[in-house]
């Protein structure tokens, strides 16, 4: 039969504005946290990471957001282009051990 | 410094076949990670070294897997006997530190099992 596939959620962008990608870790020890991004047929490539004794940290066009409370990661990528399209991961890392665990991923799709 | 490097990119073997996956960390990297990626389950962390040495292999899918880290700059990641189902994209990673700093992907080994 047909297997069935993760369900990648796709976000749409027109080049040019923000992106933003959300993403819902499961671990509250998690202490660290990092944004891949997946061209085809290529690695992970590492964006930004983030600690968990901070909430904000900005890149090159990229900002990561952390809110604890809910347990919630973003990347927000100003200026979208044509290069930015590929899936996007979080991946985080739990207090004590040594694991980097992934979420599903999100397609990211920028329109010219 | 050229990156994480796997070998082969692509391999095509028949079920029951012995595979091996080959992998390089950067140099100066003494963590290396085993991921596999899947349509179904997405990336998956099968193993991780440090210092050469396995952390933890709860992730390795059954007894038919096996990785080593003979030394610092070579791993490899066996599959016997292979079957369809391990099917997949194989990548290894390898980081400065265990825990705290990012890792370094290679572009995977692209297994496929008939």
């Known amino acids: 039969g047909e297997s069935v596939g993760l369900h990648l959620p796709t976000l749409s962008v027109q080049e040019g504005d923000n992106s933003i990608i959300n993403c819902a870790y499961s671990n509250s020890a998690s202490d660290y946290f990092i944004w891949y991004k997946q061209e085809s047929g290529k690695g992970p490539q590492f964006i930004i990471d983030i600690r968990s004794n901070m909430d904000k940290r900005q890149g090159q066009r990229v900002t990561v957001l952390l809110n604890k409370t809910v347990k919630h990661l973003s990347l927000q990528i100003a200026a979208t282009q044509p290069g930015d399209s590929a899936v996007y991961f979080c991946?985080?890392?739990?207090?004590?051990?040594?694991?980097?665990?992934f979420g599903t991923g999100t397609r990211l799709k920028v329109l010219a | 410094d050229a990156g994480v490097i796997q070998s082969p990119r692509h391999e095509v073997t028949e079920m029951g076949q012995e595979v091996t996956l080959r992998c390089k960390p950067i140099?100066?990297?003494?963590?290396l990670f085993w991921y596999r990626q899947t349509m179904m389950r997405g990336l998956e962390l099968l193993i991780y070294?440090?210092?050469?040495?396995?952390?933890?292999d709860s992730g390795m899918p059954e007894d038919r897997f096996s990785a080593k880290m003979p030394n610092a700059s070579f791993s490899t990641l066996k599959i016997q006997p292979s079957e369809p189902r391990d099917s997949a994209v194989y990548f290894c990673?390898?980081?400065?530190?265990?825990?705290?700093?990012?890792?370094?992907f290679g572009q995977g080994t692209r297994l496929t099992v008939v």
């Open positions: 070294f440090n210092n050469n040495v396995p952390i933890d």
């Open positions: 140099s100066g990297h003494n963590s």
């Open positions: 991946a985080e890392k739990a207090s004590g051990t040594y694991k980097y665990i």
């Open positions: 990673a390898s980081s400065q530190a265990l825990g705290g700093t990012e890792a370094f």
